[in-house]
């Protein structure tokens, strides 16, 4: 069953300018700081506007495209291009902790004079200030998959997503289930900043919390941005993982990561592994009982519902603040079940 319920929300980078010597070197530096200057000025004067053919032009920007997850948001965005008539311009960070290149991209877009912006921010606090310039340029916000610390209705038009303290409260209740109760377990984290996992992580220390013979024995380390950093970080808490009982990791990379940390020490199996999301190899692990669980998302809908809320909006019809695509735990015994098989790659 599908819980649909109200969301909770909760090393950037200096681009390095070349030293270029003598006059012509400072003057091409002074322009472009009062470019800098200006260019905010010059996006609150511009209104967002269609192509000249009358279509709406859409600007989509994901975490990156390292992960599965992304793949199906992309299709459900363009499916709901397709459908309703309107320009998709889909482009990424090459990096899933690059918060000053996807700062660029809302700045280019925004620049560029698209209709509206459909964002997944990297950080919940690194985006305000670009989102809010957006706004003031109007060009409109609709924020998926991940939270934003800004005001609803006045930076941005709607969250659309994955009530995500309830994806991490589900998966530990799960995990805490298949202990029977008692235990010792392990949480990685994904990386600081990133709302959307921080408020899985603080739903399953919630849960686990509700058990009083289990108890969270590592909890401070952060996975990384991609599996082969998070796979490092397993590597380096081994002695930890082989004396827990049960493991939880909050996003694909970081479950990708220690399963393949976990296989290469030939302790797989030997720990209870509830992770999260799916991808092809995850739901490959599941299938054979090297994972247990997966708390698995809707990314085809959220990027469908989220361009969708866009248009709506720019067409003139209310949007519902807060748009929940649901979540649910899958286990082996039920991935196959109708209305669960659809969710999974």
């Not at 998070?230 to 002695?239: G, H, S, V």
């Not at 092809?280 to 299938?287: C, R, T, W, Y």
Request: glycine share 10%; proline share 6%.
């Amino acid at each position: 069953m599908t819980h649909m319920a109200p969301t909770t929300e909760s090393a950037q980078r200096n681009d390095l300018m070349p030293q270029t010597p003598g006059v012509a070197g400072r003057c091409g530096y002074l322009s472009l700081l009062l470019l800098a200057l200006l260019l905010p000025f010059s996006w609150g004067c511009n209104k967002s506007a269609p192509q000249s053919n009358g279509r709406l032009r859409i600007a989509v920007i994901p975490k990156s495209m390292s992960h599965v997850f992304w793949t199906s948001v992309e299709a459900g965005a363009k499916k709901a291009g397709e459908e309703l008539d309107v320009e998709i311009i889909w482009k990424a960070p090459i990096k899933e902790d690059d918060r000053a290149q996807q700062i660029e991209l809302v700045q280019q877009f925004v620049a560029d004079e698209v209709s509206g912006i459909v964002l997944a921010p990297l950080d919940s606090q690194a985006l305000v200030g670009p989102v809010k310039a957006s706004a003031q340029a109007g060009v409109p916000v609709v924020i998926i998959d991940s939270g934003l610390n800004a005001q609803q209705g006045t930076d941005y038009i709607s969250f659309v997503g994955t009530n995500n303290e309830l994806g991490g409260t589900l998966g530990g209740e799960k995990l805490a289930e298949i202990l029977g109760g008692k235990g010792d377990v392990v949480l990685l984290r994904y990386a600081e900043g990133s709302a959307s996992t921080t408020d899985r992580e603080r739903g399953f220390t919630n849960a686990i919390a509700q058990h009083p013979e289990i108890h969270i024995i590592s909890d401070n380390q952060y996975a990384g941005t991609t599996s082969g950093e998070a796979q490092d970080r397993a590597l380096n808490m081994m002695d930890a993982l082989k004396a827990a009982n049960g493991i939880f990791c909050p996003n694909e990379s970081s479950t990708d990561g220690m399963l393949q940390a976990l296989r290469k020490e030939g302790v797989i199996g030997n720990v209870k592994f509830v992770g999260f999301d799916a991808s092809p190899p995850l739901v490959e692990a599941l299938s054979k009982g090297e994972i247990d669980g997966l708390v698995v998302q809707n990314p085809y809908m959220m990027g469908y519902l989220g361009v969708k809320a866009m248009v709506d909006h720019l067409r003139g019809t209310t949007v519902e603040p807060v748009i929940d695509t649901g979540v649910n735990v899958v286990t082996r015994d039920i991935m196959n079940d109708p209305e669960i098989r659809p969710l999974l790659p």
